[in-house]
Nanobody
Framework: QVQLVESGGGLVQAGGSLRVSCAAS??????????MGWYRQAPGKQRELVAS???????DYADSVKGRFTISRDNAKNTLYLQMNSLKPEDTAVYYCAARAMYRTTWDYWGQGTQVTVSS
């Protein structure tokens, strides 16, 4: 059974930085074989894709976070990261990691989420 467990969320002031992590586990599950992504959902809003990284290392970002957020992964640790700099109050949300097989169009696995709150 595949598990994605996020950690590292918390409260930070505007302009600050935070790094969230997503530890993956499962008997044969390796993040290196999947497209991995970070989503977020703010109260009253739809869940949105913030950043993704392919198995080949190609990254993509939402316009709202370009230049401020960096997605990366450590295949040896089977862990995905999202480094968030220059945080804004509008970045406040629950952040979820997700995994998708490269040939699929829907996300197969989700974590439980970690809360990030940015105070002004």
């Amino acid at each position: 059974q595949v598990q994605l467990v996020e950690s590292g969320g918390g409260l930070v002031q505007a302009g600050g930085s935070l790094r969230v992590s997503c530890a993956a586990s499962g008997r044969t599950f390796s993040i290196s074989n999947f497209r991995m992504g970070w989503y977020r959902q703010a109260p009253g809003k739809q869940r949105e894709l913030v950043a993704s990284i392919t198995s080949g290392g190609i990254t993509d970002y939402a316009d709202s976070v370009k230049g401020r957020f960096t997605i990366s992964r450590d295949n040896a640790k089977n862990t995905l990261y999202l480094q968030m700099n220059s945080l804004k109050p509008e970045d406040t949300a629950v952040y979820y990691c997700a995994a998708r097989a490269m040939y699929r169009t829907t996300w197969d696995y989700w974590g439980q989420g970690t809360q990030v709150t940015v105070s002004s």
